[in-house]
């Protein structure tokens, strides 16, 4: 009975390693370039989840880990918070793309065409940086003058400025910090020059150089 069993017992194990043996070889053999996920129906389910749901451990900073404290992580960050980073978003006031721009600021920066603006995520990036470079120039000033000081509980900071007054304009964040707080702004949603200085304090916003009227050159986005 026991030769019985052992004898038994050793099948299994030796279809097993028959079987792995040929997959290896299998899968040796195959060809991935010609393989292609094209035609297929891929079916992602990924939860949106609104920002007031974000857990204190998985702020922006974590979400985004290899940027830090860069220009780069400065914009992506500024850009989640205004539209998830989506640059197809116009929202109920008109503000269009990843960081949310009026029509008005756009052609201050030489963009007249909401459309092409819209399907250029490389028009969208000039936008924002052309924006934060004219927004630097005029605010350098107070950027030398509030850097470090403390204004309704929050250290002020040069990536903070530039973040508000992408939020409110470059003079409602004169007035702001001027007035140590007493002038605020808040847009539409109640979000506050306060708030922008707070969540987007501390970043490394030096590879932004002021400019007094910059423009986009449109030219170098057109096919």
């Known amino acids: 009975m026991r030769r019985k069993i052992a004898k038994f017992s050793i099948l299994p194990v030796f279809a097993g390693c028959l079987f792995f043996s040929f997959s290896t070889r299998e899968a040796a053999n195959l060809e991935i370039e010609g393989y292609s996920t094209s035609n297929l129906d891929l079916n992602y389910t990924v939860a949106l989840l609104e920002e007031n749901e974000l857990v204190k451990d998985q702020s922006l900073d974590r979400a985004l880990p290899e940027l830090g404290k860069s220009y780069v992580g400065f914009k992506e960050a500024l850009g989640f918070k205004e539209s998830r980073g989506n640059y197809q978003t116009i929202n109920e006031f008109g ?20 459309a092409e ?4 995520p490389e ?3 000039a936008a924002f940086y052309t924006n934060t470079s004219r927004n630097k120039w005029i605010l350098i000033r107070d ?6 000081k403390v204004i309704n509980g929050v250290e002020v900071t040069e990536s903070g400025i530039l973040a508000a ?4 304009g470059p003079g409602s964040v004169k007035k702001y910090l001027r007035s140590w707080g007493a002038q ?17 304090g501390g970043y490394d916003t030096s590879f932004v150089k002021p400019e007094q ?11």
Request: net charge positive; aromatic share 16%; hydrophobic share 40%.
């Open 95 to 114: 503000y269009m793309g990843k960081y949310q721009f009026g029509i008005g600021t756009l052609e201050l920066l030489g963009i007249y065409n909401g």
């Open 117 to 120: 603006f819209m399907n250029s």
């Open 123 to 125: 028009l969208q990036e």
């Open 143 to 148: 950027i030398a003058r509030f850097e470090g």
């Open 165 to 168: 007054a992408h939020l409110a």
């Open 184 to 200: 605020s702004f808040s847009d539409a949603f109640g979000t506050s020059i306060k708030n922008y200085l707070k969540k987007f």
């Open 213 to 223: 009227n910059p423009r986009v050159n449109i030219k170098a986005f057109r096919a």
